[in-house]
């Protein structure tokens, strides 16, 4: 048994001081029901006695052996109020019981608890005595099992801090849409499987990969494949987990992890989150992180300690690499660097063909459609997508999941849950104007992406949804596309405007006025898209170790400030103007879908693009530009 009695007796001296407080507070607290009970003021025997004469007494509670008594009596003396009081009582004074009795008082004696010096010795011992045991018993079971409710005791020791999957049962074939990422790996599943070959001609086998992507495109489940391909155990902990309260427990759980590792080799170590210990030391609010440092200089420790051909190879993830110490990522540690994307059209497609195996969907659903409709999805958002879609078929009682069950998914995904329309009423018919608007702006732009259906179904915080299909490449947008957006998202309002008037108009454009802002402000700053010139002023990268904001160090004069926010005026108001112009000249158009949205909740985009087309053009979009 490896049960550090050091640490045990280390934790049980604290444990009996505390508890001793603890119980004197408790046992205190019994005894002194005489002390809550107490009147602050006091009479003599005689005096009560004279009081019992008179009548006065209402109550007598008798305490501590019949040494005390508590008086309720009520008398001139006393305000004429009935008042609590404390009388001494002699030794022996059994008269006393038969005048109360005669007087019809109302009595009531109440029997001490132990006060005896004994009684409260063995107390004092025994709590504590028990709490000790109790701790021991958590260390036996700690030391006993590797798992269940008694590690929570063993600390340092990592027994249940980090998984060990002897197989993961995952393959390459379960991760698709990041196939660079997969590539890159199969050369480790070969280091793992046959290092011989590799040795044989003095390579070195890689110690260290780190995989770089944002959240839920499949890092630990491509890690996860690797072991599974190569057959070897995976051995798993969070960065989060390693850093600790305690000074020098992270360190030891690496320790722990790497030991543990060399015993089981060929294996993967996976660490994620590893920016949490790994990030640049010495930076940050408020000075370093002891811990974090300690940890950080043992994995570093580590990675060197094991020699190249062990057959542990460490693979680590994060969503910034940009964060992290420079030492990590030094060669014969973390020099491997593997990035994963965001899944583009393909690897959605592809991925969505992985998750909808195990799922029964209806033949007429064409997964590209769904892959088409969910640019931005990672691979977790899509998994999520088809596993919501199924659970709403279920509740809906159908057999296969269809294509609107994956419709009504991936609007919950995106905008949130559905609400319950509203009455016609006013502001239905305002809701109303402000969606079409969006929508005619949306779709009468050239370079506007196309409506996917316009709705009056209150999703999340909007109480109207104008839904667009985004087009697929949008690494580089065009200083027209981002104008046609600016419109787009002021046509809510332009159109609040054109028919309820300047005085009418609601709150509800907060949202696309702030994106409005956002948008022009980038023109400006970012893009050099404004008369300023091709400058770039502001950085989109706020400085991650400080809040955001904090960090935005403004790189031009107050003269450049004024001049910017002129600029973001202009592209504004430019846009403002022109969106109610097309407004106007559309006003026709608008009041007959609006009816028909309010008739029908939700307008299809195909549908829409044809009642418009009966009163402008639609398909060559000559008509507006940006
Ligand atoms: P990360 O570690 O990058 O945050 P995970 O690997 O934990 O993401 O992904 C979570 C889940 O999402 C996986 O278990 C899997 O079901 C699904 N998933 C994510 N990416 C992919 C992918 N490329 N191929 C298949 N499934 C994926
Ligand atoms: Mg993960
Ligand atoms: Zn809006």
Redesign the pocket.
């Known amino acids: 048994m490896k049960l550090s009695w050091k640490n045990f007796l280390l934790w049980s001296i604290p444990i009996i001081v505390i508890s001793f407080f603890i119980w004197q507070g408790f046992f205190a607290s019994t005894t002194n029901e005489l002390n809550t009970n107490i009147a602050n003021s006091r009479m003599t025997y005689g005096r009560f006695l004279e009081y019992l004469d008179m009548g006065w007494v209402k109550k007598v509670d008798i305490y501590d052996n019949g040494h005390t008594a508590i008086v309720e009596a009520i008398g001139p003396e006393l305000g004429n109020r009935v008042q609590k009081i404390r009388v001494e009582l002699p030794a022996s004074a059994p008269e006393l019981i038969v005048k109360l009795k005669k007087a019809d008082v109302d009595l009531d004696a109440h029997p001490t608890r132990n006060t005896n010096a004994l009684w409260n010795l063995i107390g004092n011992l025994l709590f504590p005595l028990f709490l000790i045991g109790g701790l021991a018993f958590l260390f036996r079971r700690s030391n006993n099992s590797t798992s269940g409710p008694g590690q929570a005791m063993s600390f340092g020791k990592s027994k249940a801090l980090f998984q060990m999957e002897a197989k993961t049962g995952i393959v390459f074939d379960?991760?698709?849409?990041?196939d660079e990422a997969k590539e890159e790996f199969e050369e480790v599943v070969t280091f793992l499987k046959q290092p011989e070959c590799f040795t044989a001609v003095g390579a070195k086998i890689p110690k260290g990969v780190l995989l770089v992507?944002p959240?839920?495109?499949?890092?630990?489940?491509?890690a996860k494949a690797i072991a599974g391909e190569a057959n070897v155990p995976f051995f798993s902990i969070s960065g989060s987990e390693f850093v600790e309260m305690f000074v020098g427990v992270g360190a030891s759980r690496v320790r722990d992890l790497f030991k543990k590792a060399k015993d089981n080799a060929p294996c993967i170590v996976f660490i994620?989150e590893i920016d949490a210990v790994g990030r640049q030391r010495g930076t940050g609010v408020g000075g370093g992180n002891d811990e974090r440092e300690q940890t950080l200089n043992q994995l570093l420790t580590e990675m060197d300690g094991f020699e190249g051909n062990t057959g542990i190879i460490v693979i680590a993830?994060t969503n910034r690499a940009d964060i992290l110490d420079a030492a990590l990522l030094r060669p014969g540690r973390f020099d491997r660097q593997v990035s994963?994307e965001v899944?583009d059209y393909k690897?959605r497609l592809a991925?969505l063909n992985?998750?909808s195996k195990n799922k029964k969907i209806d033949k007429d659903v064409s997964l590209s459609i769904i892959a088409r409709r969910t640019p931005g999805f990672?691979?977790?958002d899509?998994?999520n997508l088809l596993n919501e879609a199924a659970i709403l078929t279920a509740r809906r009682r159908k057999n296969t999941i269809t294509l609107n069950e994956i419709d009504a998914s991936i609007d919950r995904i995106v905008a949130g849950m559905e609400g319950t329309s509203l009455t016609d009423s006013k502001s239905k018919r305002l809701i109303a104007y402000h969606e079409v608007g969006h929508a005619i702006v949306g779709t009468l732009l050239k370079d506007h992406d196309e409506v996917q259906k316009v709705t009056l179904i209150p999703r999340g915080q909007a109480r109207g949804l104008t839904w667009f299909t985004p087009s697929e490449d949008q690494s580089l947008i065009s200083r027209s596309q981002i104008k046609a957006r600016i419109m787009g998202a002021l046509g809510g309002r332009a159109a609040e405007e054109i028919v309820f008037g300047d005085t009418e108009v609601t709150t509800g454009a907060s949202n696309d006025l702030q994106q409005v802002t956002s948008m022009a402000r980038q023109m400006v700053t970012r893009f050099g898209m404004s008369n300023i010139g091709p400058l770039s002023l502001e950085n989109e990268e706020s400085n991650p170790f400080l809040g955001r904001g904090m960090g935005s160090s403004s790189e031009y004069s107050d003269e450049v400030a004024i001049k910017i926010d002129k600029q973001i005026q202009f592209i504004v108001k430019e846009c403002h103007e022109k969106t109610l112009q097309i407004i106007r000249d559309n006003r026709v158009v608008i009041d007959r879908l609006v009816d028909l949205l309010i008739e029908k909740e939700t307008i299809e985009g195909e549908e829409f693009r044809q009642i418009i087309n009966e009163y402008t053009p639609v398909p060559d979009k000559e008509v507006y530009v940006a």
């Open positions: 379960d991760v698709a849409g990041i992507g959240p839920g495109t499949g890092k630990t489940l491509l994620d993830a994963v899944p690897g991925i992985v998750h990672s691979g977790a899509l998994a």
